[in-house]
């Protein structure tokens, strides 16, 4: 149980272009998910909180204009990432809670900007 | 700042043995601690949660928690090379409010045939 799937796995793309990360439980609903962002051989940093039917919490310093989340239901949320810049290049990664505290992490998405 | 804190390592041990590692946090009211286990180029991966003083015990993993000292540590019996990888603590940092947590930067593990 408690499996959590990411689409793209992988996307390369120009710079200025944007890009949509879905991010879905399959086997349970997940009133909250959580999206992170992992630099080579860094922690996991959370970017946002998204609950599903309202606005997405962003953490300090992430913009909320350039990464755009969306929790259309309980089961998706997205994570768009608007003209994107090489510096955006990254491992994207979800989680989505099925109970108490506990996150389960899709398997992520790697981004490259050009 | 709330922080989360392990040795980066690398921790070496030789098949078969006993590996230990270990996490403390500043936030004094935090409730939940996980442990994860995340290979190169993958995603995390839960392995253990703790909620209370003590050990927890989970096939060849043992949690130990110590709120009073704010460490939580991790016990691998019977290491074996696949479980050569990064691992990281996080710590739920608002006391369940919500279900936000900080990852610690990760202990690698590196097991030896």
């Known amino acids: 149980g408690a499996v959590v799937s990411q689409h793209p796995s992988r996307v390369i793309c120009k710079s200025g272009t944007s890009v949509k990360i879905e991010c879905r439980s399959l086997d349970f609903q997940a009133t909250t998910m959580f999206w992170y962002r992992q630099f080579p051989k860094k922690s996991l940093m959370l970017m946002a909180t998204s609950n599903e039917g309202s606005k997405a919490t962003y953490e300090q310093g992430v913009e909320k204009d350039k990464f755009l989340i969306n929790h259309a239901s309980l089961t998706l949320s997205t994570l768009t990432v608007t003209s994107a810049h090489p510096e955006d290049s990254s491992f994207y990664i979800c989680?989505?809670?099925?109970?108490?505290?506990?996150?389960?992490f899709g398997p992520g998405t790697r981004l490259t900007v050009l | 700042q709330k922080e989360v804190e392990q040795n980066s390592g690398p921790l070496s041990v030789p098949e078969g043995a006993i590996a230990s590692l270990n996490c403390t946090y500043s936030d004094r009211v935090s409730q939940s601690f996980f442990w994860y286990r995340q290979y190169s180029g993958k995603s995390p991966e839960l392995i253990m949660s703790?909620?209370?003083?003590g050990d927890k015990e989970d096939g060849r993993f043992t949690a130990q928690l110590n709120k009073a000292s704010q460490y939580v540590s991790l016990l691998i019996r019977d290491s074996q090379p696949s479980d050569s990888a990064t691992y990281l603590c996080?710590?739920?940092?608002?006391?369940?409010?919500?279900?936000?947590?900080?990852f610690g930067t990760g202990t690698l593990l590196a097991v030896q045939p």
């Open positions: 703790i909620y209370s003083n």
């Open positions: 996080a710590v739920n940092i608002d006391g369940g409010a919500t279900n936000k947590l900080i």
């Open positions: 989680s989505a809670t099925p109970a108490y505290n506990e996150q389960f």
